[in-house]
């Protein structure tokens, strides 16, 4: 069974950086890609950012580019995103997604990816 579960979501002042962090099991990741999506009330589920496991890849959704950076710890089967220079507008629930594919493509279509985590809350204050 495939579990993925964030943590490090939390409060923040704009300009200010977190770490959320998504551990998964029960899987070989490495015909994944692993993705972060947020959703903020009222809005769609929206893709930030993404990661091949088996090659490193990534992806980055341009409202975050050159502040988010995602990254894995194999030995640990994580997946990291590091924010920096936080704005309000990134407040949202940030969900951790799993999608098997063979290709390096990724899909911003939500309902494509198979496995989800529960959602981290962050909040950015201004």
């Known amino acids: 069974q495939v579990q993925l579960v964030e943590s490090g979501g939390g409060w923040v002042q704009a300009g200010g950086s977190l770490r959320v962090s998504c551990e998964v099991s029960g899987v070989d990741l490495n015909p994944y890609t692993l993705g972060w999506f947020r959703q903020a009330p009222g809005k769609g589920r929206e893709i930030v950012s993404a990661i091949k496991w088996n090659g490193g890849g990534t992806y980055y959704a341009s409202s975050v580019k050159g502040r988010f950076t995602i990254s894995k710890d194999a030995a640990k089967n994580t997946v990291y995103l590091h924010m920096n220079s936080l704005k309000p507008e990134d407040t949202a629930t940030y969900y951790c997604?799993?999608?098997?594919?063979?290709?390096?493509?990724?899909?911003?279509?939500?309902?494509?990816?198979?496995?989800w985590g529960q959602g981290t809350q962050v909040t950015v204050s201004s």
């Open positions: 997604a799993a999608l098997k594919t063979v290709t390096t493509y990724v899909t911003p279509d939500s309902a494509a990816w198979g496995h």
